[in-house]
């Protein structure tokens, strides 16, 4: 077993967002101690550090990843579908939005708005010619933080492994898991 060092310990705790004070707080130590040890100015007993660890180690446990909350079966239309079939599933499924998938690789995406203003014509034509940006992507470790900000700015986050997509995050998604 290593122990961690100085920068080890720093590194650990800006990753998971903690703070000095609130790593401190979690391992029951001074915030000062903290700095110190990080700074390397101290070298701290092995119970210090033992608490130091576990605090880090229960905060990322408190940490909820894209894993688990992403829904593994993607409703997806391929770039070639016919716009009526993107339609029909988004009305099947009551999604307002899905994600253009080619080959296992997010291109871009189509959404009720998309689709309002076309005529009847259109319905036979290829997906492609009206799909917006595809959703962003981020793998399975992705925090709910992060997940998050993105919602912010889109409607849907896909989650990747090896290029290849394996999952959707929505904003009902985090509701229904915070709730």
């Given at each position: 077993?290593?122990?961690?060092?100085?920068?080890?310990?720093?590194?650990?705790?800006?990753?998971?967002?903690?703070?000095?004070?609130?790593?401190?707080?979690?391992?029951?130590?001074?915030?000062?101690?903290?700095?110190?040890?990080?700074?390397?100015?101290?070298?701290?007993?092995?119970?210090?550090?033992?608490?130091?660890?576990?605090?880090?180690?229960?905060?990322?446990?408190?940490?909820?990843?894209?894993?688990?909350?992403?829904?593994?079966?993607?409703?997806?239309?391929?770039?070639?579908?016919?716009?009526?079939?993107?339609?029909?599933?988004?009305?099947?499924?009551?999604?307002?939005?899905?994600?253009?998938?080619?080959?296992?690789?997010?291109?871009?995406?189509?959404?009720?708005?998309?689709?309002?203003?076309?005529?009847?014509?259109?319905?036979?034509?290829?997906?492609?010619?009206?799909?917006?940006?595809?959703?962003?992507?981020?793998?399975?470790?992705?925090?709910?933080?992060?997940?998050?900000?993105l919602l912010e700015h889109y409607?849907?986050?896909?989650?990747?492994?090896?290029?290849?997509?394996?999952?959707?995050?929505?904003?009902?998604?985090?509701?229904?898991?915070?709730?």
């Amino acid at each position: 077993m290593e122990l961690p060092t100085p920068a080890d310990l720093r590194q650990h705790r800006t990753e998971l967002g903690l703070t000095q004070s609130e790593l401190a707080e979690r391992a029951e130590v001074s915030q000062p101690l903290i700095a110190r040890i990080e700074g390397g100015d101290v070298d701290p007993r092995l119970s210090t550090l033992r608490r130091i660890v576990n605090a880090l180690e229960q905060a990322e446990s408190d940490v909820i990843r894209a894993a688990e909350l992403m829904h593994e079966a993607v409703v997806s239309v391929a770039p070639d579908d016919p716009v009526s079939e993107a339609a029909q599933k988004m009305e099947k499924e009551a999604y307002s939005q899905l994600a253009v998938i080619q080959d296992g690789i997010p291109v871009g995406s189509i959404s009720q708005g998309d689709l309002v203003h076309l005529d009847s014509e259109a319905r036979d034509e290829p997906v492609e010619e009206h799909m917006g940006e595809s959703f962003p992507t981020v793998s399975k470790d992705a925090t709910l933080d992060e997940i998050s900000n993105l919602l912010e700015h889109y409607k849907a986050v896909m989650i990747t492994e090896a290029g290849e997509t394996v999952g959707i995050i929505t904003e009902a998604d985090i509701a229904a898991r915070l709730s």
